[in-house]
């Protein structure tokens, strides 16, 4: 009986007891559970934190047996159960607190106390440990419990940042939570010895905080290499788990699309461009794919590769969309938000500057590269000397979430929200004025949030990929062929789409720069690089009367001028 995906399950027991795919990262949760902590990790929303605090939740009350023909009950050297037991201090269960800041939205910071003030009653009650009910405070619960208890107990922690990102722009408030917080961890670290195991993970580290700064041995493992694959699915464990899910995926779609061009690998490179990429150690060395949204293409592959990380809620942080709302018009975040209107572009960052302190949101000390790597935005592409970083948008989907996060982000104010579904039928039908429409209003509220004056060719290209992906489509820059390089590809169902771009500086310069786009398609026969798709060649004119220096008295335009298909004879 073929094992079922365990789509929306995070338990652990659910999943191994009802027959769902389980992935087994035990071998790398066997590399620290055998010290203390406190151990942190930080992973963008999505990526299967819940169900590694579920498993530790496990492996601690229930120990080992509960892990039979798993990698962490498996020795090279051919150790007995029990000796691994003995090797990684597992030789008794524990009781295990567990706490999650998840679902906080709508409340305030006593009400969050108050919240977890019970969740800790219930725990010391269940260890027939009692707590006055007059007792508000948070660390005094903790310390009346902790003194009472007669054995170690294990603390995990879900989401910790929650709280501090839902009121990073309520100065007050921030300094509230944080404070209660502060309260709750230097009472965990007065007990120290009361407990045999701390794990905390979250989305944003706040570096220079004093939350953690108590922590004895604090040990952080979101950079760790050892770690890097301890969420999310590598290459191997895609095509060991999920083969023949692959396999049955690529029947699916070539039966709905009525074609033969899906085969197993044909879905593996489809897989990897548009969810694969992410990498998170300080040596560049694993890469690994979205859970989620290998579950949901997996679950559901006739749907397409369609962005489940975007469509999900998780690539629109609170944190994100707060931080962009009041930096909006902030010149240093226009420009590093104009720089990837390249979804190529590369920046250069250290560890350091990827932690940002907790300081106010409207602090312009509080740059915007780090919130965009700890929500997933952005990943380490390449790694110099373990501290010096490359950052790259990771993948397909994740392009498309930051086309709709700068879409949304420009035309907040305007009222101008696309139809895409209708502009790609026009497009499909080749009629291509909606688009040329629809692309003008995205170009004109873009040059009131920043200047044109240095969009050569090269940036308006940029932005018709970046357009194109808000429509939920691919489109490939540069791409290459044996006679040269065409400025942009696309494919809508089985046509294929090759744009070949040029740049007027006056209207005098339209109809000739249209007729250089059309001779240039001709001439390196562009309309021939593919044998199974039908092919459309678009020469496409894009007007910046902005570069005309001669005629200083000309109105600034910037806009689309012609978009037509090119006729070969």
């Not at 709750?184 to 794990?199: D, L, Q």
């Not at 997933?376 to 993948?395: H, M, R, W």
């Amino acid at each position: 009986m073929q094992k079922r995906l365990s789509l929306g399950i995070t338990s652990f027991k659910k999943i191994r007891d009802k027959n769902y795919i389980y992935v087994d990262k035990t071998d790398i949760i066997a590399k620290f559970v055998s010290t203390k902590g406190p151990h942190f990790l930080s992973r963008p929303r999505r990526f299967g934190k819940s169900t590694l605090i579920d498993t530790l939740d496990v492996l601690f009350s229930q120990g080992l047996e509960a892990f039979s023909g798993l990698k962490i009950t498996q020795s090279d050297t051919c150790e007995s159960l029990d000796e691994i037991k003995q090797r990684l201090d597992l030789t008794k269960t524990y009781k295990v607190l567990r706490l999650s800041f998840d679902k906080i939205d709508t409340l305030t910071p006593r009400e969050i106390e108050i919240k977890y003030i019970e969740v800790l009653k219930d725990f010391f009650a269940s260890l027939d440990i009692h707590i006055d009910s007059n007792s508000t405070d948070i660390s005094t619960i903790m310390d009346i419990g902790c003194e009472q208890l007669q054995d170690q107990i294990v603390l995990l922690i879900d989401e910790y940042d929650t709280p501090l990102t839902y009121y990073l722009d309520d100065s007050e408030k921030f300094k509230e939570i944080r404070a209660i917080l502060s309260r709750f961890y230097k009472t965990i670290k007065a007990y120290n010895h009361k407990f045999r195991f701390v794990f905390i993970t979250g989305i944003t580290k706040y570096s220079n905080d004093n939350i953690f700064s108590g922590f004895n041995n604090y040990q952080d493992l979101s950079f760790n290499s050892k770690y890097g694959s301890i969420v999310g699915y590598t290459q191997e464990e895609l095509e060991y788990y999920f083969k023949d899910y692959i396999q049955k995926s690529a029947v699916t779609l070539n039966e709905k699309e009525k074609t033969d061009i899906y085969t197993y690998d044909v879905i593996l490179q489809k897989l990897k461009e548009h969810y694969d990429g992410y990498c998170f150690d300080r040596f560049a060395s694993i890469h690994v794919y979205n859970p989620w949204s290998i579950l949901n293409f997996l679950d559901e592959p006739q749907e397409g590769f369609i962005p489940y990380w975007l469509n999900s809620g998780g690539a629109f942080s609170s944190l994100i969309l707060k931080y962009l709302q009041i930096h909006v018009k902030d010149h240093n975040v226009k420009e590093k938000i104009t720089k990837f209107l390249n979804l190529n572009h590369v920046i250069d960052i250290t560890q350091d500057e990827l932690e940002p302190a907790p300081v106010s949101i409207e602090s312009s000390n509080f740059d915007l590269y780090p919130i965009l790597y700890q929500a997933g935005y952005l990943t380490i592409k390449d790694a110099f000397l373990s501290q010096n970083f490359e950052l790259v948008i990771p993948n397909a989907e994740v392009a498309q979430a930051y086309a709709k996060l700068i879409y949304n982000l420009v035309l907040k104010d305007k009222d101008k929200e696309h139809e895409a579904t209708s502009i790609v039928k026009a497009l499909y039908k080749h009629d291509y004025e909606p688009f040329k429409i629809q692309f003008n209003q995205f170009l004109h509220a873009f040059i009131s949030y920043a200047s044109i004056i240095n969009f050569k060719e090269s940036m308006f290209v940029d932005m018709c990929q970046l357009f194109l992906y808000t429509l939920g489509i691919i489109a490939h820059k540069e791409f290459i062929t044996s006679s040269g390089r065409i400025d942009l590809v696309f494919e809508i169902e089985n046509t294929l789409y090759v744009c070949e771009f040029k740049l007027a500086v006056d209207d005098k310069q339209v109809d000739t720069m249209f007729n250089d786009a059309c001779t240039q398609i001709k001439n390196k026969e562009y309309y021939a690089i593919a044998f199974n798709k039908d092919v459309i060649a678009l020469a496409i004119v894009v007007l910046n009367t902005k570069l005309n220096k001669a005629n200083k008295k000309a109105k600034s335009r910037a806009q689309m001028m012609r978009i037509e298909e090119v006729k070969i004879d």
